[in-house]
């Protein structure tokens, strides 16, 4: 059964917005990584991808209380999860006490030994293989079953349920980038803007946080970690995203095919996508 918000009216979104703006797209956080609003590009005609409804970020395990009120001001209405079962067991989400929103996760497995967990086997992680076991994250991932799934429930619940919503998985950055980069393709953002709020990750000031949840665990899996091998880890490159792309473009003709026969992103779930997150 979907919920909705039964708890009184929240505040009126003018000092978030104004908090917001202060800080550009980052929303200010202590325990949560790479909160941000993922709208306001332009799209042609002079109209823009609406603000205040597309949300992203990592994990919320570690989400102070300001952190999880500044959650329930938002209003989110649908939480997109791309994390896989032990992910979640192993990291669950703290939520307000007024949290009613409609939770859409996998029941599997959605990555194999993300990187920034410190799987795939023990090696000395330098700067190269780390940039080889991200590429090999972005190889799989339009291929990938588990993501197909969740990709296409993203659009589903985007399409057809109303309010904010919030994508996110473990970092906010892989799984999560290629969801709000797909989206924003959609909504018609040209591929330069697509491309720079995929790398608008490396910009979080939040990067202590991740640290935080993944640094120990990297390290006693590697060792020490070269700190350019964890940049490539723990950040976004260009050439991440041009992978992704690149495989399902291959193996599709286009981006626009791969998402009308994979995800069910047609014609007209697009025009209706674009009435409701563009203004």
């Known amino acids: 059964m979907i919920r909705h918000k039964t708890s009184p009216a929240a505040p009126p979104a003018a000092p978030l917005a104004a908090e917001a703006q202060a800080i550009g797209p980052f929303l200010p956080t202590e325990g949560i990584h790479n909160l941000r609003d993922y709208g306001g590009y332009a799209v042609p005609g002079g ?9 992203r970020s990592g994990q919320h395990m570690d989400a102070t209380d300001a952190d999880l009120a500044l959650l329930d001001r938002l209003d989110i209405r ?28 996998h029941e599997g497995e959605t990555s194999n030994s993300p990187p920034h967990e410190g799987g795939g086997g023990r090696l000395v992680m ?5 940039r ?14 588990a993501m197909i799934a969740m990709f296409t429930r993203y659009f589903a619940a985007l399409d057809t349920r109303g309010g904010g919503s919030l994508v996110h998985c473990f970092a906010g950055k892989d799984r999560t980038g290629i969801a709000a980069s797909l989206l924003l393709h959609v909504l018609g953002v040209n591929h330069e803007d697509v491309v720079a ?3 608008r990750t490396n910009d979080a000031p939040t990067r202590h946080v991740l640290e935080r949840q993944s640094l120990p665990r990297m390290e006693a899996h590697y060792g020490a970690i070269d700190p350019e091998a964890l940049r490539n880890l723990m ?16 193996d599709h003709g286009s981006i626009d095919t791969y998402l009308a026969t994979r995800l069910g992103v047609d014609e007209a779930r697009k025009e209706r996508l674009r009435a409701k997150l563009v203004a």
């Open 78 to 105: 649908t939480i997109i999860d791309l994390r896989g079962v032990s992910e979640r067991a192993g990291f669950p989400c703290r939520r307000h006490p007024r949290f009613a929103a409609e939770v859409i996760a």
């Open 132 to 145: 080889e076991r991200m590429l090999a994250v972005y190889t799989r991932m339009p291929v990938n079953p």
């Open 197 to 199: 709020e995929f790398l």
């Open 47 to 55: 109209a823009r991808v609406r603000t205040g409804v597309l949300f």
């Open 126 to 130: 330098t700067p190269q293989k780390a």
């Open 235 to 250: 950040g976004v490159l260009p050439e991440y995203i041009a992978t992704y792309f690149a495989e399902l473009t291959r």
